[in-house]
């Protein structure tokens, strides 16, 4: 009977689903924003780093159908490298335009690290001039546009965490494994006195007995003792999360308000960027 009691038999399937459960959530919950890469997006940045500008503006018009219908702000990393990479080929008024067009999306959108000085001064001329067409004043928009521009709209800037998700999900996975271990390991221990007792009825010597079993007890204490940590941390990162979503839900989105009267001109889509790439 006891080499049938084996303690951690739905262990590593308790260790599973905790694994799947937090995978999945967080496949779920990631956040969309403009630093997410998809799989044109990473090919575009290999080939800009090889300086293979035109095959990187091929996979950037794709990303940007990719992204058809999402949220703008994914498409500002790719407005970004369209810009960087007609820079290159030395259009620099179509790279001033995909700059702007990352700019009235974000105006937080920076470059990639290691770029050199003249190109770092032309962003930020760019991100100057859409800055001023718009009426902000060091990012705030100036009382004189803020009174002329009515009626107006905001484009949200700011992203949602996914840390308090991908805690709950933990959290959940948690405290159902390390629930799920101290049944279990209680459960192995009533099994364990019943064979224990029902030895000493059929006259063996209880404490050889338990000398036997004593390496199925410790498991049996062992499995108990992780099922109390597992329970331990899905409490704290229930709290974690909540913690979170407080915080989260006091800070605010920054915010860009754009006048319908202001001076702005159309600019050129993406797509008629990449057009007029040689």
Known sequence: MVENMNPF????????????????MWSAYKPSSAHANSQLMIQAKQLYKVKQWDQALYSLQKELRRLRGKPKIQKVPVYVFIGLCLYHKGSKGLAWK?????FFIDRSAVLPPGEKTALKGFFKRARQRVNAR??????????????????????ATGTVSPWPWV???????????GAFLILNASANQGQLEQFLTSGVKQ?????????????????VGLQNSIGIIALSAGGASLVGAVILLVVQGKKKPKTATRSYHSPITPLATSSTILLQVD
């Open 134 to 155: 718009l009426g902000w004043d060091g990012g705030v928009q100036s009382q004189s546009k803020s009174r002329a521009s009515t009626p107006s709209t905001s484009v």
């Open 203 to 219: 006259g063996a010597v209880r404490a050889e007995l338990e000398t036997s079993s004593e390496t199925l007890r410790d498991s």
């Open 98 to 102: 995909a700059f702007e067009q990352a």
């Open 167 to 177: 805690l709950f999900s933990f959290s959940a996975a948690a405290l159902a494994g």
């Open 9 to 24: 038999r739905y262990q590593n399937l308790v260790i599973i689903t905790m694994v799947a459960c937090v995978g999945l």
